[in-house]
């Protein structure tokens, strides 16, 4: 194996494949970044064993000469080691080349290093993915569901199908849901994908997390390929494979109350920062706890208390309340999770009683479960 | 004690004041911010009683009401809670008051904070230093001065004179000299001080470290005071004390070797980034360890090997190298902290031999020690 590579695509393509990289990895040769030489390009491969990211370097690339193949072949080399150099060498090419015994050398300008590699033959094979269903999705959107629904997985691995995110494609819509059983996160599109077809899978939100962070929001759109217990996000020279969660996840709409006693509308952004200011205090407790207490004239109080430190409260005006008064409690932390999901928007809290969980959704939705986020409150004493 | 403040510049006050208090403190009460308020203004005060900050927010500033106060006095808050609550608080105004038992309420917008305080007069007496001796040093100067030196105290505690810099200004000329034992930063300049009068002084490289974070390079210069084995530096509204080292700094002058067998000239950037390259697979060795060899026609070569990993050599031109040739090895990380000293200035390096300490210094530099920095070498076997 033996090319010259344009260093800025090759330093992209490793911070790309090195997010799938664990140090806490068992298996040893899941350390190193896999880098495949064809008559195509280079490919770069990183994995942890439930993600793997493939990122590909073209030979050409805008009328560019990007890599130039001497002879192909393959090679792992240490990821920590690898990454360091490439993003400090000091010519604008690299020339990379397995000699005897997997020992690598890496040439740019007058700087010369050798790595000991090893056996590519010895790198795990990735999943075969290439034959199953496919959807399309706009990429501004995956992140969207993404972020409104992947803070609600469960961190606990008790029960390992909750650490997951749900979704359901059925009828041309996704519903993608998340719970770790205190707080529910829901998210409902219309979606392009055969009518016929249904899927239901859980993704493990570590997965979601990671890639969200690769998504860049001004790419387009991508494919989303399922088969074999594995999903695969395909993007321009970018591979993202997630292996899925087994066991069955849990239906999820018996929880959400159908009944309401009294509904707030409230500025999701006003109501936000108040939250944060009431968790300044708050989060000593255990549960973080906040209290929100109806007033005269639509007006809302927030507050909490902790004996040792001092208390907070705030009045804030709402949009209008209607129905029941109401002091109820809540975990601070999971309502700023909820709120940030409407990007300060005006909101409708539908409560149905103190120990009853209650419903954010956007103002005037006209599906309940475009956007729904569900907290059950904490009882104090 | 109560008072209406301008929240930017209670918050900035905050922030300078909080970079002297530990969370680690032996004295639970210098976990907290004192604020004083009296006619002139309000002072706050952070201190870990190694570093004392004091910062001052007058009454008014370009003619701009930035305090109104109704009543004097004093209390002690919590800097971690306090901190986090001023940054978020709503409105432009704070009001501030104490109450009975030392609860204190925090009034902005509509938020409304309780916090329990600490009686003021427990807090320990900063020390009085206004009574010493002046010399007043541009800013730029000071921070280049720190920045310099501070990095070659030693971190470990087994003489604690050398964890500080050694500071003696002596015929209108300060030296600052730094050293672990295995190298050592010296930086010489001329300063406004009575002639007459000498000091010798070590201050904490903590404290200096601290205090070129604080140190905004746009201003003018500051005053020095000096007394009771403290010091004090005395900005426009700001002062930061340190107490200073006791027991007397050894005399490092006999260490700079005074004859040489061979010299480098070279360009200090081009020198730092084939060190910081070949340090990439050093740090792995205990000592860092990079040799450098010097080849034909004024090239010298920079190498380094961890033969678990691999190895990394680069050749440089060099301006010049005259007399004995050489082949030395260093801790890589000492030879970038000395070369950062020189801002990519090219520079010349005298050796007395592979087992004598080597010298650094500007290239043509009239005072030998303007900037001297000074490597012991590693015997490799």
């Known amino acids: 194996m033996k090319f010259v590579i344009d260093r800025d695509h090759l330093v992209n393509a490793v911070n790309e494949v090195t997010r ?67 993003r400090r060498l000091p010519d604008k090419n690299v020339e ?41 999705i706009p990429i ?36 993608a849901v998340a719970t770790d059983s205190h707080r529910l996160a829901l998210r409902e599109i219309p979606i392009e994908a055969p009518e016929e077809e ?22 387009d759109s991508l494919e989303i390929i399922l088969a074999n217990n594995q999903i695969l996000f395909k993007l321009k020279d970018l591979l993202f494979y997630s292996r899925l969660l087994e066991g069955s996840y849990p239906d999820t709409s018996r929880l959400i109350p159908a009944e309401t006693k009294s509904e707030l509308i409230i500025n999701a952004k006003a109501f936000l920062q108040a939250i944060d200011r009431a968790s300044l205090l708050a989060r000593e407790n255990r549960n973080n706890v906040i ?17 040792e430190i001092g208390n907070v409260s705030e009045k804030l005006f709402s949009q209008s309340f209607t129905g029941e008064d109401l002091q109820i409690s809540f975990n601070g932390k999971y309502m700023m999770d909820a ?29 309940p479960n475009e956007i729904l986020q569900l907290i059950t409150p904490v009882r104090t004493y």
Do not use: C
């Open 20 to 86: 799938a990289i664990s140090a806490r990895t068992t298996i040893p040769i899941l350390t190193g970044i896999k880098i495949d030489v064809n008559d195509e390009g280079v490919t770069l491969t990183g994995s942890d064993s439930d993600i793997s990211i493939e990122a590909f370097i073209p030979l050409i690339e805008q009328d560019e000469v990007i890599v130039e193949v001497e002879s192909f072949g393959g090679i792992v080399l240490q990821s920590k080691y690898f990454g360091d150099i490439v």
């Open 198 to 219: 249904e899927y239901n899978i859980v993704i493990p939100g570590k997965s979601l997390s990671e890639l969200n962070k690769i998504l860049d929001e001004a790419s």
């Open 140 to 175: 501004h959107v995956l992140k969207n569901i993404i972020r409104q629904t992947v803070f609600a997985v469960s961190t606990i691995e008790v029960r390992p199908v909750l650490t997951g995110v749900n979704w359901i494609i059925k009828n041309g819509t996704l519903t």
């Open 96 to 136: 990379i080349e397995v000699t005897t015994n997997n020992q690598t050398t890496i040439r740019s300008g007058q700087a010369f290093f050798t790595l000991n590699g090893l056996d590519v033959l010895e790198y795990p094979k990735l999943p075969e993915v290439s034959e199953g269903k496919q959807i399309r």
């Open 339 to 367: 709120l940030r999901a409407f990007e300060g928007d005006d909101i409708q809290i539908s409560f149905s009683g103190t120990m009853r969980p209650f419903v954010l959704r956007p103002r005037d939705a006209e599906n």
């Open 291 to 307: 209290k929100l207490s109806t007033l005269e004239n639509g007006q809302v109080e927030v507050s909490s208390n902790s004996p």
